[in-house]
């Protein structure tokens, strides 16, 4: 499986983005998709996801209702709706599929990654 990722960029304060995923190859073998980020001199963290067949969703408590994960199975994309954006939420931006559905808030669970994309946002 491939994971091409996109749409980060620099906002203001309040601002919104959204995020595109488009992954490739064995697509069939996804159980779940997450979206985490890592920002400078921190880890990597869990931010939301969403199963690919049946759309269940989870979200990071900081980002509930500012940010809003979706997919399009005709199109293999996985999209995060970001708005409200805070300084807080600038990293980089990853977006990740595991086969399993255990433990999905974990990085080390995720079996594809793809490249990152920076979000800044500024206040």
């Known amino acids: 499986v491939q994971l091409q990722a996109s749409g980060g960029g620099l906002v203001q304060a309040g601002g919104s983005l959204r995020l595109s995923c488009a992954a490739s190859g064995r697509t069939f073998s996804i159980y779940y998709m997450g979206w985490f980020r890592q920002a400078p001199g921190k880890e990597r963290e869990f931010v939301a996801g969403i199963s690919w067949s049946g759309g269940t969703t989870f979200y990071q408590d900081s980002v509930k209702g500012r940010f809003t994960i979706s997919r399009d199975n005709a199109k293999n994309t996985v999209y995060l709706q970001m708005n409200s954006l805070k300084p807080e939420d600038t990293a980089v931006y990853f977006c990740?599929?595991?086969?399993?559905?255990?433990?999905?808030?974990?990085?080390?669970?995720?079996?594809?990654w793809g490249q990152g994309t920076q979000v800044t946002v500024s206040s």
């Open positions: 990740a599929a595991r086969r399993l559905p255990q433990a999905i808030r974990v990085v080390s669970g995720y079996d594809y």
